[in-house]
């Protein structure tokens, strides 16, 4: 039986996900779900702030009863719904912390990124973004996806002749590039964690 429950868990999850992704909230969870575990399943996954987005408005207690007029079962016209079944208020604290989090976090990773860059672009250096910070665009609305860091690939360019760039210069243009990022970022109060080769890890 708890297999079952499970497996009706994530098949809700993948409903929440489509639907945030569509821009629309889900339909309602069925009633042999438990909310603890369709947010189990979230969090295994980090899509716990993509599918807060989602979750239908009277998915809360207090949502629901202001929506029913504080009736403990209620007829919607489309499956009779039990305000028992209603998400625990703890856990809809924590999911929504979740959300906050992620948003809080995009928003603060964007505006360090943009200073830093400027400062990069100052000291002659390019830049190419890639991953999260990329894929994070493509989300109906900011905040939607979980980050814990931020990729980008620095050095110098050059054009290559054919409409398009090229890495420029050689080892000794390549430890200029290092100083010059291992300086900015200091100066924006980062300390570098590790490195591998010419990839660097800050924080």
């Known amino acids: 039986m708890q297999q079952g429950g499970s497996l009706g ?96 976090q995009q928003i603060s990773y964007d505006a360090d990124r943009e200073a830093i860059l400027a400062d990069f672009k100052e000291a002659g250096l390019s830049w190419l973004p890639l991953k999260g910070i990329m894929a994070a665009n493509y989300y109906p609305q900011p905040g939607m996806r979980s980050m814990s860091d931020q990729d980008l690939v620095v050095g110098f360019v050059e054009p290559d002749g054919s409409g398009g760039w090229r890495p420029r210069g050689e080892r000794r243009q390549s430890d200029e590039v290092d100083k010059l990022v291992m300086t900015i970022m200091a100066e924006h109060g980062y300390k570098e964690l590790s490195r591998a080769g010419r990839e660097h890890s800050f924080g």
């Open 9 to 104: 868990a994530m098949d809700y999850l993948i409903e929440l996900m489509s639907a945030a992704l569509h821009g629309r909230k889900a339909t309602r969870k069925p009633g042999g779900v438990r909310w603890e575990d369709v947010y189990r399943a979230a969090a295994r996954h980090a899509v716990q702030p993509l599918v807060f987005a989602a979750l239908p408005a009277d998915s809360f207690a207090d949502a629901h009863a202001e929506q029913h007029g504080g009736e403990s079962g209620c007829d919607t016209g489309v499956a009779p719904c039990d305000a028992t079944d209603a998400m625990p208020a703890e856990l809809a604290a924590q999911w929504r912390r979740d959300a906050d989090m992620a948003l809080w």
